[in-house]
């Protein structure tokens, strides 16, 4: 007759293995914000100047 192995892992190293994973993805998600902000986008060169206070006299 064959022994059945069910062994339960402990709190401890369920716990830890939680918190590695969670630094992983702390770290991975640091290091995804930091190559966005070497993408530089590009932004309008000129800045509109809109005059709306006819508008706002109407309303």
Same mark, same amino acid.
């Given at each position: 007759?064959?022994?059945?192995?069910?062994?339960?892992?402990?709190?401890?190293? &369920?716990?830890?293995?939680?918190?590695? =994973?969670?630094?992983?993805? *702390?770290?991975?998600? !640091?290091?995804?914000?930091?190559?966005?902000?070497?993408? &530089?986008?590009?932004?309008?060169?000129? =800045?509109?100047?809109?005059? *709306?206070?006819?508008? !706002?006299?109407?309303?």
């Amino acid at each position: 007759m064959q022994l059945k192995y069910n062994r339960k892992p402990s709190f401890g190293s &369920s716990l830890l293995r939680t918190l590695a =994973k969670l630094f992983l993805i *702390i770290i991975i998600f !640091i290091f995804a914000i930091f190559l966005i902000e070497k993408i &530089s986008f590009p932004s309008p060169e000129k =800045k509109f100047d809109v005059d *709306i206070t006819n508008d !706002i006299k109407k309303l």
